[in-house]
């Protein structure tokens, strides 16, 4: 079945370090790509999505490229914030199934 | 404009109880899908509504339930609870009817049994 894989965490950063976080999938067909983020006591936030193959999302100073050759989606942040401390989740949603499959998350970290 | 609403926050039930959550999604969004997050298995899904119809349902035992209603509203509920269905249950929306739209979720309802 359809599934995604995230790097374990914790992830420990300092400030202004580079983050990547690498994602992987498996899937049939061609889903699209998402990459949530939850801070502590909150639901999920979008943080940006793909939709199709070599699409880039980007958000907030972070991006992913929806990579079919590698089944891959990996996040990138050129200079993380202490305020970017989340955990960050990436997913599918294959077409007609109208849901999402959710790797495990990765917690991030910025040390100030 | 008001986001996703779930309702309770947080729920304190007993073994063998049963319990209804709440979810109201954005004004507009005909979508409603549920999950459970659990620090053991992580973030899955539970059912899928749109237009008060039943589209997709995860892997989960009967006692798990949902409907919509007409407004688009929907409720979950979990009878003759038990220890593991401890969790945090989220609810999410979405505005038309395909894949490629994001979901918008809510801030959770956080259910402990004991």
């Known amino acids: 079945?359809?599934?995604?894989?995230?790097?374990?965490?914790?992830?420990?950063?300092?400030?202004?370090?580079?983050?990547?976080?690498?994602?992987?999938y498996t899937a049939t067909g061609y889903p699209?790509?998402?990459?949530?983020?939850?801070?502590?006591?909150?639901?999920l936030q979008l943080l940006l999505k793909a939709t199709?193959?070599?699409?880039?999302?980007?958000?907030?100073?972070?991006?992913?490229?929806?990579?079919?050759?590698?089944?891959?989606?990996?996040?990138e942040k050129g200079s993380v914030q202490v305020s970017d401390s989340a955990v960050y989740f990436c997913a599918l949603s294959a077409p007609g199934?109208?849901?999402?499959?959710?790797?495990?998350?990765?917690?991030?970290?910025?040390?100030? | 404009k008001a986001g996703v609403t779930q309702t309770p926050r947080y729920l304190i039930k007993t073994r063998g109880q049963q319990v209804t959550l709440s979810c109201s999604p954005i004004s507009g969004?005909?979508?409603?899908?549920?999950?459970?997050?659990?620090?053991?298995?992580?973030l899955q899904f539970l059912f899928e509504y749109f237009s008060e119809t039943q589209r997709n349902k995860g892997n989960?035992?009967?006692?798990?339930?949902?409907?919509?209603?007409?407004?688009?509203?929907?409720?979950?509920?979990?009878?003759?609870?038990?220890l593991g269905d401890s969790a945090l249950y989220l609810c999410a929306s979405r505005p038309i009817r395909t894949d490629t739209t994001e979901a918008f979720f809510g801030q959770g309802t956080r259910l402990t049994v004991v």
């Not at chain 1, 495990?104 to 040390?111: A, D, F, Y």
């Not at chain 2, 979508?31 to 053991?40: A, E, K, L, R």
């Open chain 2, 29 to 42: 969004h005909r979508s409603v899908s549920w999950y459970q997050q659990t620090p053991g298995q992580g």
């Open chain 1, 52 to 75: 199709k193959a070599d699409d880039k999302g980007s958000n907030k100073g972070f991006e992913a490229t929806y990579r079919k050759e590698t089944t891959s989606f990996h996040l």
């Open chain 1, 1 to 24: 079945g359809d599934s995604v894989t995230q790097m374990e965490g914790p992830v420990t950063l300092s400030e202004e370090a580079f983050l990547t976080i690498n994602c992987t």
């Open chain 2, 60 to 82: 989960f035992p009967g006692r798990f339930s949902g409907r919509q209603f007409s407004n688009s509203r929907s409720e979950m509920n979990v009878s003759t609870l038990e």
């Open chain 1, 32 to 43: 699209s790509l998402f990459w949530y983020v939850q801070y502590p006591g909150e639901g």
């Open chain 1, 97 to 112: 199934t109208y849901k999402y499959i959710f790797g495990t998350g990765t917690r991030l970290k910025v040390l100030a």
